[in-house]
C-alpha cells in the first residue's frame, strides 16, 4: 500500500514533469494556445480526481484501487518486461503497449529520484486523456461546425466535466491509451472524409495505421470495429456523389472482407478473446440470476442490441447505487456518468434533430457528424451485443462528444431533449428497482 501514499513533495515534482511533459507533446504538434488551454486544464482535472481518488481508496481501504487490475497494472509497469517482444507480452497480458509506456516514466522518474509511486502512472493517464481532449477538438474543426466558437466551448466543457474521463486519469487502467487510439483513429477517419477528391490521405492513413497496431496490444477486440468504421466511412463519402457509390460500396465490402478475414486467421485472435468474454459474462450474469440477465442478455439478438445500447447510455442501475462514502470512487464515478449524460444526450438528441433538417438540400455537407453518430451508435450496439461492459462503451464516447459538439441547436431545442432525457432516466430507474423488486 505504500505506493499509494507518495511524499507531497515527491507527488508535486511528478505532477511538474508530467505537466512538462504534456506541454513538450503540445508544442511539437504545433498546436495553437488554445488547444493548449483544452489540454492542460483536462490534464489538471484528472490529477485533481486522481489525488480524490488515491486519498479515499486509502482512507477506505478500496480493494478496486489497491488490490485489483489497477494494483496489477502497477505492479508490472514498475516490473516491466525483460527482452520478450511486444508480440510475446501480449501472451502474458492483452495490454502490454500500456504497461511498456508506463514502464519508461517509471523508470525515468526512478532515474530522478522520484520513486515508484502509482502517481507516475496516474500523471500519464491524465497526459492521454488532455491529447485525448485535444483530439476530440480537433474532430469537430473537421465537421465544418456553423458556429465554430460555441462548438469549441462545448467540446471543452464536454471533456472537462465527463466523470468517465475522470476515472480513466485516476486509476491505473489501460483505458486512457484506449480512449486517445480511438479518437486518433476517429480523427484520421473525419480527415480522409474531409480530403475526398484532393488526395490528403497520406498523413491520416499512417495515423490510422499507427493508432490501430496500437490498439491491437491495448485492446484488440476493438479491431473487429475497424472494417466497421471504414465502412461507414466510404458510405459518408458516397452521400450526394451518387458516382461514388457503386465504388464505395465494393471498396467498404472488400476491406471488411480482407480484414476480417486478417482477424480471425490469427490463433488467439480477437474474435476469440471476444467470444470467451461474451461467454463469461453470460455465465457470471446467468450464475448469480441478475435482472440485467434476464431482461438482456438472454433476450434475441436484436432486442439486446437495442435494450443493451439503452443500458450502457444509463448504467448504473439505481443510478444511487454508486453514491456510498465508504465505496471506491469507481463506482462514485460511474453513478455520476448518467448525470452527466442527461446533458449529453439531450444535447445530441437535439443535433440529431438539427441535422435531420440539414440532410434535404445538403447531404454531403453534414457527412462528417452523420458519421461520427452512427459509429457511435453501431460501437456501443456492438459491445451491447457481447461485452455489455461500461468501460467498452466508453471507447466510443468521443465519437458522441464530437458530434454533440460540432452542431449548434437552438438552447430551446436542448433543454427540451434535455428533459425528455432526463424525465427518462428517472423512470428507467424506477422502473428498474419495481422489476427488481417483484
Known sequence: MHCYADAPLVSIAAYVLGYLSLLGALHLARLDA????????????????????????????DELTLASDASTFHEMSVLGFSNESIQERFWVINAPLAISFWNIFYRLAGTLGLGTGVWIGLLVNATMI????????????????????????RVRLLCWLCPAFWLCS???????????????????????????????????IL???????????????????????????????????????????????????????????????????????????????????????????????????????LYLQVFPLPIWSGFDLKGSFY????????????????????????????????????????????????????????????????QFLPFLIAFASAVVPTARLVNHWCLIVGAGIVSINLLWVAVKSV
Request: aromatic content about 10%; hydrophobic content about 50%; some cysteine.
Open 34 to 61: 488554445g488547444y493548449c488551454e483544452t489540454a492542460t486544464l483536462a490534464f489538471a482535472i484528472g490529477v485533481f480526481w486522481g489525488g480524490v481518488a488515491t486519498g479515499h481508496s486509502i482512507f477506505i481501504s
Open 130 to 153: 488532455g491529447l485525448m481532449s485535444v483530439l476530440i477538438e480537433r474532430c469537430v474543426a473537421y465537421t465544418g461546425s456553423a458556429n465554430a466558437v460555441i462548438s469549441r466551448r
Open 170 to 204: 485516476a486509476m491505473h487502467l489501460r483505458d486512457s491509451f484506449v480512449l486517445l487510439a480511438s479518437t486518433a483513429m476517429a480523427l484520421s477517419l473525419l480527415q480522409m472524409l474531409a480530403g475526398a477528391g484532393r488526395r490528403r490521405y497520406l498523413s491520416p
Open 207 to 309: 495515423v490510422l495505421i499507427v493508432s490501430a497496431v496500437c490498439m491491437r496490444y491495448l485492446r484488440p477486440d476493438y479491431l473487429l470495429f475497424l472494417p466497421v468504421l471504414l465502412t461507414v466511412l466510404v458510405g459518408c463519402a458516397a452521400l450526394g456523389r451518387k458516382r461514388m457509390l457503386i465504388s464505395a460500396i465494393v471498396v467498404a465490402v472488400a476491406g471488411t472482407v480482407v480484414l476480417f478475414n486478417y482477424f480471425t486467421q490469427t490463433e488467439g485472435s480477437a474474435v476469440e478473446q471476444l467470444q470467451y468474454r461474451r461467454d463469461s459474462y453470460a455465465d457470471m450474469s446467468r450464475s448469480g440470476e441478475s435482472l440485467g440477465y434476464r431482461l438482456i442478455v438472454a433476450q434475441a439478438l436484436p432486442i439486446r442490441a437495442v435494450l443493451g445500447f
Open 331 to 394: 463506482h462514485w464515478a460511474k453513478s455520476l456518468q448518467p448525470i452527466y449524460m442527461v446533458y449529453l444526450l439531450g444535447l445530441s438528441m437535439a443535433a440529431a434533430v438539427t441535422t435531420a433538417k440539414q440532410v434535404r438540400g445538403q447531404i454531403a455537407h453534414v457527412s462528417p457528424v452523420i458519421f461520427l453518430v452512427t459509429s457511435f451508435v453501431l460501437g456501443s450496439s456492438s459491445v451491447a451485443l457481447t461485452s455489455l461492459e461500461t468501460r467498452h462503451s466508453l
